[in-house]
């Protein structure tokens, strides 16, 4: 038998084109804030961080204490994480509180929501 008799005729994948617009338009969506989320969530310590402060508000003291990380060290995750609006502060006496704000809070949920589920 020919090689041709043999192989049967391939049809075009072919998308609507109002689909074909919305992917193209897709492609071109900004996406630097997601890229940026992601890569703050990509560290362990600020995962830990925010599963800490999901149990409770902490003292950047406490988290010191808890990380083993010097306050400098500590300063710049705690920073990543507050640019990200992941989590807020506030001043209390002396002391300055964590705490995960409310989009911190669904995005952890969410989070581990999916890997529960086996995504």
Do not use: W
């Amino acid at each position: 038998m020919k090689m041709q008799e043999t192989e049967k005729k391939k049809e075009p994948y072919i998308l609507p084109d109002a689909t074909t617009l919305k992917v193209h338009s897709a492609m071109e969506e900004n996406v630097e804030h997601l890229v940026s989320l992601f890569k703050v969530l990509s560290d362990p310590v600020r995962i830990h961080i925010l599963k800490a402060l999901q149990v409770s508000e902490l003292c950047v003291c406490v988290l010191v204490e808890i990380t083993d990380y010097k306050h400098s060290a500590l300063s710049y995750h705690l920073k990543l994480l507050k640019d990200a609006n992941l989590i807020d502060s506030r001043r209390d006496k002396n002391f300055q509180v964590y705490f995960l704000t409310e989009f911190g809070e669904k995005m952890l949920r969410t989070i581990e929501s999916s890997f529960k589920k086996g995504f």
